[in-house]
C-alpha cells in the first residue's frame, strides 16, 4: 500500500512537504519515485530515491526547489517542494519500482515500468 499526503493550497513562493508512506514491500529493494499530472498534461517525473542506497535523482523543472528524502525505519518518502509556482500544480503520486542495483539510472522514471502505485494527493499554488 501506498499513502501519500501532504497536499495542499499554498500561495506562490511558498512550500509543501508530502509524504509517501509504504508498506507490503521490501523498502530497499526498490526505488520510489515522485510523479506529478496537471489537467490535460501527461504524467511528468519529478524525483526519485533508491530505497538501498538513498540516491536521488530530479526532474529539471525541480532542480534546486525540491528535495526528496526517505527514512527507511519508517518506509516512507518525502517530498520537500520550496519556491512554488502555479506550474507546480499537479495531483502528486508516489510509484515504486524493483530496482536495488548500485547507482540510479538516468531514465528510472521514464523507461521503467512502475510495480506500485498511490493514489494521489493534490498541490494546488495560487499566484
Known amino acids: 500500500e501506498f499513502v501519500e499526503s501532504g497536499g495542499g493550497l499554498v500561495q506562490a513562493g511558498g512550500s509543501l512537504r508530502l509524504s509517501c508512506a509504504v508498506s507490503g514491500i521490501t523498502f530497499d529493494d526498490y526505488a520510489i519515485s515522485w510523479f506529478r499530472q496537471a489537467p490535460g498534461k501527461e504524467r511528468e517525473g519529478v524525483s526519485c530515491?533508491?530505497?538501498?542506497?538513498?540516491?536521488?535523482h530530479y526532474a529539471d523543472s525541480v532542480k534546486g526547489r525540491f528535495t526528496i528524502s526517505s527514512d527507511n525505519a519508517k518506509s516512507t518518502v518525502y517530498l520537500q517542494m520550496n519556491s512554488l509556482s502555479p506550474e507546480d500544480t499537479a495531483v502528486y503520486y508516489c510509484?515504486?519500482?524493483?530496482?536495488?542495483?548500485?547507482?540510479?539510472?538516468?531514465?528510472?522514471?521514464?523507461?521503467?515500468?512502475?510495480?506500485?502505485w498511490g493514489q494521489g494527493t493534490q498541490v494546488t499554488v495560487s499566484s
Open positions: 510509484g515504486a519500482v524493483l530496482y536495488n542495483d548500485q547507482g540510479i539510472p538516468i531514465g528510472i522514471m521514464q523507461r521503467y515500468e512502475y510495480d506500485y
Open positions: 530515491i533508491t530505497g538501498s542506497e538513498g540516491i536521488a
